[in-house]
Structure formats: C-alpha cells, structure tokens
C-alpha cells in the first residue's frame, strides 16, 4: 500500500509497532479503498511514549531558545520543500482537494514552526522592581511533558498548531491524531528529528478515544491541548482537572454570519462559500449561520446558487477539483441526516441536499433558506457542506440572534457601514470575529473561542503563555525584618 506507514506510531526518534493493538484502517474518502493499516497504541506503547517524552524534557528544555528555534525553522523549511508529498498524503488521509491542501495544510504547519522558531530565542521573564532596592525577576519555565490530541479535519496544521508553541517553549509533545486520519503527524515527527530535534522531543502515537484519555489522566502529563468536539472537550477538560493540568481546548462551534443591504454581494458570497463548503465545510469556524437582511435575499440566494454552481467536484487529487469527499462514511451520514432534518423542519432547500452517486462519500454543497432560529439545522454543529440562511431585518435584532447559541468560536460582519462593523463585533460573544472576510486564521493572530467553544487560544504571542508558566523570584537587597 503506497501510503502504509513505517509503523503506526513514532516513539522516541524512531518507528515502532505493536500488532497487539487494535487494528485502524485508514480510508481514503473519495473512493472507499484501504490506503494504510495500523494498530492502536497498547498501553506499553503509551508507557513507552510518556516516558521518552519525559526523559527528553529537561534536556530540550536546557538548550538555548536559539537552538531549539533553528531546530523547529528546519523542520519549516523541509515541509516547505516536500510540501507537494506531503499534500499528496494529506489529500488521502483527508478527502480535502489537493487545491486546498497544496495551500493550507503543510503550509500553514510550516508556518507554525517558523513563527514558534522565531519567537523561541525571545521568550523570557521580566525584572520588576520594588521599594527599597529590591527586586523580582520571573522566568519562564517550561510546563514539561505536553498532550496533544487532534481531530481529522486539519491533521498537519493541528500537530504543528499543538507541537511548535509547545517545543519552542522547552517542552516535549506526546501527539494522538484522530484514528481517521493518523497519516500526517507521523511525518511532523520524522521532519523534526531530520532537523534535530533530540529524541523524545516529538512523539506520535496512534489510538481511539481510549488512548487519548490514558495520556490525559497521566501523572507525567502537566497540560493537555485538544481539537475536538464539545462533549469530547468536557471529558478532556473534567480528567485534566482532576490532575490540576494546564488545557487548550478548541472545540466546536455554530458560527453566525451576519450579511447587511450595503455589503459587497460578491464579497458576502464569497465568504460564505469559503465559510460553508470549504473542506466539504468540515471546519470548525465555520459561519454556517448565515444571517441576510431581507432586502438583499433573494439577489444574495441567486448568485450564491449562480456561484456553487462552478464548483467543480470530483476526485480531489485532480488539481481543478474544488470540492471534495467528507472524510468518512460516518460524517457523511451525520450531514445527510441533518440535510433531512432540514427539509423535515421546513427549511426551503435552495440547492444540493443530496449524496452524490458516485463512490466515495461525497454530499452536494447544501443551502438552506428561510432557516429559523429553532430548527436544529441552526442549533447544532453539522460539521458538513450545508448551509443555513436566515432573514432578518434590523441590527438590534441580529445581534441578539445571532449570539443566541452556546457556542462562541467565531462570527463575521459584512458591511461597508465603518461604525457599525465595529458595534458588531465588539458585540459578537466569540472568539475570533472577521470583518468583510471569513475563515483566515494567519499563525499570527490569536485563534480560539469563547463560551463551549473552548479555553485558551492557538497562535500567536498568546500560545506562548499556554505552554509555558512564570516562577517568581523575590530577591532582597536589605535585611530581613521579623516581629521577634
Ligand atoms: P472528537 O471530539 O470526536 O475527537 C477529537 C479527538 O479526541 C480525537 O483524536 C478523539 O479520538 C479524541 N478523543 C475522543 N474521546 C476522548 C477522550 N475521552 N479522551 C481523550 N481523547 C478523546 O472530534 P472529531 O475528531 O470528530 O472532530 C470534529 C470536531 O472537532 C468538531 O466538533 C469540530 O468543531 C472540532 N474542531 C474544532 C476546531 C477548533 O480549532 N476549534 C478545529 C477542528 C475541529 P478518536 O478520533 O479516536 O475518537
């Protein structure tokens, strides 16, 4: 098999197996056929995973930021440069087009380190000082050995997302894919030992929900970083508390989009194609709530059929392909069943809303309209192609609406009104708000959200104080005064 792994898991700077794990066969979406087998990890392989990141952690972490940055630098520019392979293993393991993934996967991991690589040699403490010649001087500390758990939507981008902050910081990653996609982090790991890091440093170990919960609950285990869904998130949350670990949870969410009368339509349009159907609309940020004023509707609903109508969708390894296969069988149900849920709860179905004949689990690019705030299509997370458009008329109202959820991942504006794009926003309970676009996510700027859509932010400056704590040092230039 022209994707099969070395072995299932990468351990301490190498490749190892234990056939006595559970058996994960890995699918490739658009055609069903078996691309790799590999085994669970048994808990010797999970013994074995915590240990070597625990050993490698305080070496790593001794060596100057300098050098851990060029380490993780290199390993940016070898995915740079194998990007189309990696790409090529992307698309199998994903379904996602190799338009998309040429772009946004390996790329956006690359991004990762070198941003994480660059910012390594700078990371420190501060010098305060106090009343009479004292002083304090904090350093930045590394946490230790880190967890990070991924789903199956961006597996490179979220093995580098977890993995450079967490390394550039000193400390060493013990990483579980999703068993659907447990291709890519396996070459994250095999790039950064070509480009030296120490043994241990970045270990990938394959496995189901069990695996993630025996790395979670560990003793050796001081934070745990984890791309999922809410209910997997407040398991993963409630085990980290009891071991008091530091988390990252970026989950799911339910995003609005909120379309005014004097928006652009073209650009309204495209933001909510890139925020709908790219990746078969398996991403999280997803606005799928797409609020429209009613004077502009109907003219936003024909051009967004007019438009989804050029989508080329096919085999997603020909470079014209814009539109791929979900990632499996199973999420490819998951959407249908709410496309029917849509049409039961008389949502008026614009376009698509069918699976497509032909092997593979591909689902027509979707479009609801006349979408109200209760029908479930609007409430839950379908982490699908389909998109619900709702009317509404004044933006007292939308605001109200479109915060009336549980989750807060992100949410977008489009209008050309300055003052009220910012009103908007600033009234947006989300974490990550766009005006005029949708769905960029640039390694720069902070990542995350609010309410159940998680804790903590990727990216950015901010990563930095995920993964990694201040000690505090009081020194003091006089002598001491006790009462007696
Ligand atoms: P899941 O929540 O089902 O799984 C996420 C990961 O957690 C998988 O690796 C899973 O393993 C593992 N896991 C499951 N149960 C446990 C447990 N008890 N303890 C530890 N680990 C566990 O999500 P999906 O993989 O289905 O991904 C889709 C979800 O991810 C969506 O809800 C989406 O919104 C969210 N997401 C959020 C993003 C964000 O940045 N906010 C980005 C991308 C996706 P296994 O697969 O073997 O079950």
């Not at 339509?265 to 991403?283: D, H, P, R, T, W």
């Not at 699908?384 to 991942?409: C, H, I, K, Q, Y």
Request: aromatic share 8%; net charge negative.
């Amino acid at each position: 098999m022209k994707f099969q792994p070395r072995a299932s898991h990468f351990i301490d700077g190498e490749y190892v197996e234990d056939t006595n794990g559970a058996a994960i066969e890995v699918i490739y979406p658009a055609t069903g056929e078996v691309i790799a087998r590999l085994h669970s990890a048994t808990p010797a392989i999970v013994e074995k995973a915590l240990n070597s990141a625990k050993n490698a952690q305080a070496a790593w972490a001794a060596l100057s930021g300098t050098e851990r940055g060029r380490i993780l630098r290199r390993a940016s520019d070898i995915m740079r440069e194998r990007n189309y392979d990696l790409s090529v293993l992307e698309t199998h393991d994903t379904g996602k087009p190799i338009q998309e993934t040429t772009v946004a996967d390996a790329t956006s991991g690359a991004d990762a380190l070198e941003y994480f690589g660059g910012l390594a040699a700078s990371l420190t403490g501060e010098h305060i000082p106090l009343g009479g010649g004292d002083f304090v001087y904090t350093i930045r500390e590394a946490l230790g050995v880190c967890v990070g758990i991924g789903a199956w939507n961006y597996p490179t981008q979220i093995a580098c997302w977890k993995g450079a902050p967490a390394l550039a910081c000193g400390n060493t990653m013990v990483f579980k894919p999703s068993e659907t996609t447990p291709l890519s982090a396996l070459k994250v790991a095999e790039i950064l030992v070509e480009a030296g890091a120490p043994k241990g440093v970045y270990n990938v170990i394959q496995g189901y929900g069990d695996v993630g919960a025996s790395l979670v609950s560990d003793p050796r285990v001081a934070k745990v970083s984890l791309t999922g869904s809410v209910p997997t998130g407040r398991k993963v949350y409630a085990a980290a508390a009891d071991g008091m670990k530091h988390v990252t949870m970026e989950l799911g969410g339910k995003s609005p989009m909120i379309v005014f009368e004097d928006a652009d339509i073209e650009n309204a349009v495209s933001g909510a194609i890139l925020g709908n159907f790219y990746s078969s609309g398996q991403v999280c940020s997803n606005g799928t709530r797409v609020f429209v004023q009613k004077g502009i509707k109907e003219a936003f609903l024909k051009r967004l059929s007019e438009r989804l109508a050029h989508a080329k969708i096919g085999d997603p390894m020909d470079e014209d392909v814009s539109f791929g296969p979900m990632v499996s069988e199973n999420q490819m149900n998951i959407a249908l069943g709410y496309i029917e849920k849509g049409k039961a709860e008389g949502a008026r179905l614009v376009y698509g809303g069918e699976r497509i004949e032909r092997d593979g689990y591909f689902v027509q690019p979707t479009v609801f309209a006349d979408v109200t705030d209760n029908m479930t299509i609007a409430r839950e997370e379908i982490f699908g192609p389909v998109m619900s458009v709702l009317d509404f008329e004044t933006e007292e109202e939308v605001m109200a609406r479109a915060n009336d959820t549980e989750f807060g991942l992100a949410a977008g504006v489009f209008t050309n009104d300055l003052t009220r794009a910012h009103r908007i926003v600033a009234g947006f309970e989300a974490g990550t708000c766009y005006i005029n676009t949708y769905n960029l996510a640039p390694v720069e700027a902070p990542f995350g959200g609010s309410k159940m859509s998680g804790v903590g932010r990727e990216n950015s400056k901010l990563a930095i104080n995920h993964f990694s704590e201040m000690k505090t040092v009081y020194v003091s230039m006089n002598d001491v005064e006790a009462p007696y």
